[in-house]
């Protein structure tokens, strides 16, 4: 069974840092693409940013220079750096894998909650 587990949200002032991590388990990892979206109230869901396999990397232009997700393989753990954040990165977060064997499919986590005050 696929499990991915987010930690790290919180409550921050704006200009703070967070850091986001989600690990995943029941999946080869590394053959994972993995991406992390939010989701702010009454609005939909959204792309962060994403990682594929290969380590290429890809960013909503709204986080730009200010967000950056990595991987550690090693960890079956994908990270998300969050620094200057801002009263709009207010969002709950969520961890998504597309698997490509094994249990092919898109999985996701349960979310973390980050806000951040003016």
């Known amino acids: 069974q696929v499990q991915l587990v987010e930690s790290g949200g919180g409550l921050v002032q704006a200009g703070g840092s967070l850091r986001l991590s989600c690990v995943v388990s029941?999946?080869?990892?590394?053959?994972?693409?993995m991406g992390w979206y939010r989701q702010a109230p009454g609005k939909q869901r959204e792309l962060v940013a994403h990682?594929?396999?290969?380590?290429?990397?890809n960013y909503a232009d709204s986080v730009k220079g200010r967000f950056t997700i990595s991987r550690d393989n090693a960890k079956n753990t994908v990270y998300l750096q969050m620094d200057s954040l801002k009263p709009e990165d207010t969002a709950v977060y969520y961890c998504?894998?597309?698997?490509?064997?094994?249990?092919?499919?898109?999985?996701w986590g349960q979310g973390t909650q980050v806000t951040v005050s003016s």
């Open positions: 998504n894998a597309a698997l490509f064997i094994g249990p092919k499919g898109n999985y």
């Open positions: 029941g999946s080869i990892f590394s053959f994972n693409d």
């Open positions: 990682i594929t396999r290969g380590g290429s990397t």
